[in-house]
């Protein structure tokens, strides 16, 4: 009885993976108004994909891994092995559907767990972007791209690698990994990869790089002195070849007393700008910062702005995310941190985040919080040794922030807006890696946290 039930099981599969083609050229019934309707119909054309005998095509309906694996050895013309050695627990060897699962096993497409083929389950977001780049031999990638894909996901250099290549573009700034994958979305994705033509135009990664030093398709960029002034270089990775596209000599300084590039401050790398912050003076012999703003850089033709973007002036911890920069503000506005600053004993300082747009626009007040008074300091030049605006208890990866201060250590997703606590270790330092939270306590211990 079990294997008259997996042989009708995969009948009932082929059947549903399989074009139903009663005439060619199908106009299916519930596509017309479809947002995919042109590559629905560019795939029904050629005979990769069909609706059903009712005349739909059903473009929301999920698709099952047999499904998938069927559009898949049509559209890249693959040939069924023709004897295939693998066994499956759940697809028997006289099942019609056998030969289909075993090639696109063999070709290392599809891949199944502890015997398992599972033909009949959803295909989810991430096991499409995996067979799909897998299928076509498309590079993985690890630059994030999606807020909902953190870098220890299993199928992140495949999701990475197809939206590098216009397969995908998610949806305001998520992939949605754990989701199912519709009829029309696989057709979407398959349509696009097949034809270069119908691929979406203008990648657009939803996730910055933030550091002293940041890092994009094989190039680094750093703010470093040399013999002359202090200067952004970028370098080659590959080649070992390294320029300077900004240099703070030649940058004009409109009257205005304000160090424009300082070694050590942190930048934000965001697609193709990096936001350099940097900070005004009250005069020229106090040497005290009135605030900061940022200087905008296009990595690819060398232009820039200087306080383009009206943020608060005396903002701290910039980031980038999902098209909106996010900054602390300290509530003591009277307060103002340098070199010549530092508590006799740790203390902490309220502070409150913010979001605006891309243009400092729309400002959204997001939480309260108290964060220990430890900034990062920069190198000392001619003008100042002053600290960077940046706490070293303030720190963020991909959609959280994290924080410490006198009770311990906290995270807040700036997707959901909700905070926990991490760790009741009481912390001087922190760093983010791209598995763990590694928090330094007083006393110099290093402790590993799970993110």
């Not at 015997?115 to 630059?143: L, V």
């Not at 994705?189 to 119908?198: G, H, K, P, T």
């Not at 004009?252 to 005004?280: A, C």
């Not at 963020?396 to 807006?417: E, I, R």
């Amino acid at each position: 009885m079990k294997n008259k039930l997996v042989g009708l099981l995969a009948v009932l599969l082929v059947f549903a993976a399989t074009p139903f083609h009663a005439q060619a050229a199908t106009q299916f019934s519930d596509v017309d108004k479809h947002w995919a309707k042109t590559e629905i119909m560019y795939l029904a054309d050629r005979n990769i994909i069909g609706g059903f005998p009712d005349g739909t095509f059903k473009p929301n309906d999920p698709i099952t891994r047999a499904q998938a694996s069927s559009m898949l050895i049509k559209a890249l013309k693959i040939p069924l092995v023709k004897n295939p050695t693998g066994q499956f627990k759940d697809v028997s060897k006289k099942s019609a559907y056998y030969q289909i699962l075993a090639t696109v096993s063999e070709k290392g497409i599809m891949k199944g767990d502890n015997g398992f083929m599972r033909p009949g389950e959803d295909t989810s977001r991430a096991h499409m972007a995996a067979i799909i780049r897998r299928s076509f031999k498309i590079p993985t990638d690890n630059q994030a791209t999606f807020v909902d894909v953190s870098p220890t996901h299993w199928s992140f250099p495949d999701i990475n690698g197809i939206a590098k290549k216009g397969i995908t573009g998610g949806s305001e700034g998520k992939y949605m990994p754990a989701d199912s994958v519709t009829r029309s979305q696989f057709a979407a994705f398959l349509v696009r990869a097949l034809d270069d033509s119908m691929k979406l135009k203008d990648y657009h990664s939803y996730v910055s790089v933030k550091g002293k030093t940041v890092e994009q398709n094989g190039f680094l960029y750093t703010i470093a002195k040399d013999k002359e002034s202090t200067k952004l270089f970028k370098e080659n990775k590959k080649a070992g070849t390294r320029s300077a596209i900004l240099d703070s000599a030649t940058m004009p300084d409109n009257g205005i007393n304000r160090e424009l590039l300082m070694s050590g401050y942190q930048m934000v790398l965001y697609n193709d700008e990096i936001f350099i912050p940097y900070w005004n003076l009250i005069n020229a012999s106090s040497k005290m910062p009135a605030g900061y703003n940022v200087v905008k850089l296009n990595v690819n033709d060398w232009s820039y702005t200087i306080g383009s973007i009206p943020l608060d002036q005396k903002f701290r911890n910039m980031f980038i995310l999902n098209d909106r920069i996010y900054y602390t503000l300290e509530k003591n506005k009277d307060r103002v941190f340098d070199s010549k600053f530092y508590p006799t004993k740790p203390m902490d300082d309220p502070l409150t985040l913010y979001s605006v747009t891309m243009d400092g626009k729309n400002k959204k007040t997001l939480l309260n919080f108290d964060a220990r008074v430890i900034f990062d300091e920069v190198e000392a030049n001619s003008k100042s040794n002053q600290v960077s605006q940046n706490n070293k208890s303030v720190a963020y990866d991909l959609s959280t922030m994290y924080y410490f201060n006198k009770t311990g250590v906290y995270k807040y997703n700036l997707l959901d807006k909700k905070t926990s606590k991490v760790s009741n270790v009481l912390a001087k330092d922190m760093e983010v890696t791209a598995t763990q939270l590694v928090v330094t306590d007083q006393a110099g211990k290093k402790h590993h946290l799970k993110k």
